[in-house]
């Protein structure tokens, strides 16, 4: 199965899935994180229409969480902007879609979630709201559920325990590895057994 992963630099779902066997690849206006054969360093909206069966974006949430509501006003065109390119990529021709961010304007200005997960959903020690918008996927279903009342992530108050850096928000925006594996099990299967099924079929 051909797979892209867009605005992604540090291959963690692009891995998961090759590791299954898949071709898949990442895209980034940035350099991957590593060295990897795997990685087009380009705009995703020009690879768009390159024969993917699935693809998964991950768009820079700066301008578009509600973590920065208090900087709105002063963001309206940039935030414009990001919404376009947030809408073109759900758009896209390409049978099954994910589009993950956090808790943000999307959900208002384009359409709600189809599903909330958190990475303690999936085995991970930490906490980390994240919205799913799919389009032809199924909702993920949670692999081992971790309960706690602070995760390893998180400072006594609940909030990120992440220190100012100029890698902060790279690394806050780092998908988990077992939700990358969950992804890559979950619906990367379920596109296999179809495109098996029909090629029974005929």
């Given amino acids: ?21 898949h071709e898949a ?27 993917w069966d699935l693809a998964g974006f991950h768009p820079n949430c700066q301008n578009l969480a509600v973590s920065g509501a208090r900087y709105f006003s002063q963001k309206k065109d940039i935030q414009e902007r990001d919404l376009e390119f947030v809408r073109t990529l759900l758009d896209a021709n390409i049978t099954k879609i994910y589009l993950e961010n956090p808790v943000g304007i999307i959900s208002t200005r384009i ?11 999936f085995g991970e020690d ?7 918008w ?34 902060r928000a790279y690394l806050r925006a780092r998908t988990y590895p077992r939700i990358a594996k969950s992804m890559a099990e979950q619906w990367g299967n379920l596109v296999l057994s179809y495109a098996c099924s029909e090629m029974s079929a005929e």
């Fill in 1 to 21: 199965m051909n797979v892209l992963i867009g605005c992604e630099r540090s291959g963690m779902v692009k891995d998961a899935f090759r590791a299954l066997g």
């Fill in 25 to 51: 690849y990442s895209c980034d206006i940035l350099d991957a994180e590593s060295n990897s054969n795997y990685h087009i360093k380009d705009d995703v909206l020009n690879h768009l229409n390159d024969g």
């Fill in 126 to 132: 930490a906490s980390k709201t994240t919205c799913l």
């Fill in 134 to 167: 799919l389009k032809g996927l199924p909702k993920l279903i949670p692999t081992k559920i971790i309960q706690k009342e602070r995760y390893a992530n998180q400072t006594p108050s609940g909030q990120n325990k992440l220190g100012p850096s100029k890698e």
């Fill in 111 to 121: 359409r709600k979630p189809d599903q909330i997960i958190q990475p303690w959903q």
